[in-house]
């Protein structure tokens, strides 16, 4: 869900100078292609973060699934034991 929004709003973002280029006098063109560059940057930073943090959180759920899963087989196999 995330990846998807993520990625609309990337396209968006990038097709942006498509209408931002045409109507912007020449002069002011390099300043407007720089600044669109920097906001597309900044936003591909903001996504990166943010999926890192989504992926974090998944190895940490993963990992105590894990260890969960470990402390009932003791159990099921301390149970059958004794």
């Known amino acids: 869900l995330h990846m998807e929004s993520w990625r609309t709003e990337m396209k968006e973002e990038i097709n942006r100078i498509n209408q931002v280029l045409p109507t912007t006098p020449a002069d002011d063109k390099t300043a407007a ?3 669109w560059m920097d906001s597309v940057m ?4 903001h996504y990166k973060a943010e ?5 974090k959180e998944a190895v940490t759920l993963l990992e105590l699934a894990l260890w969960k899963a470990k402390l009932d087989e003791k159990d099921e196999n301390g149970a059958a034991a004794g």
Do not use: G, P, S
């Open 42 to 45: 900044d936003k591909m930073d």
């Open 51 to 55: 999926h890192h943090r989504y992926v």
């Open 33 to 35: 292609i720089k600044q």
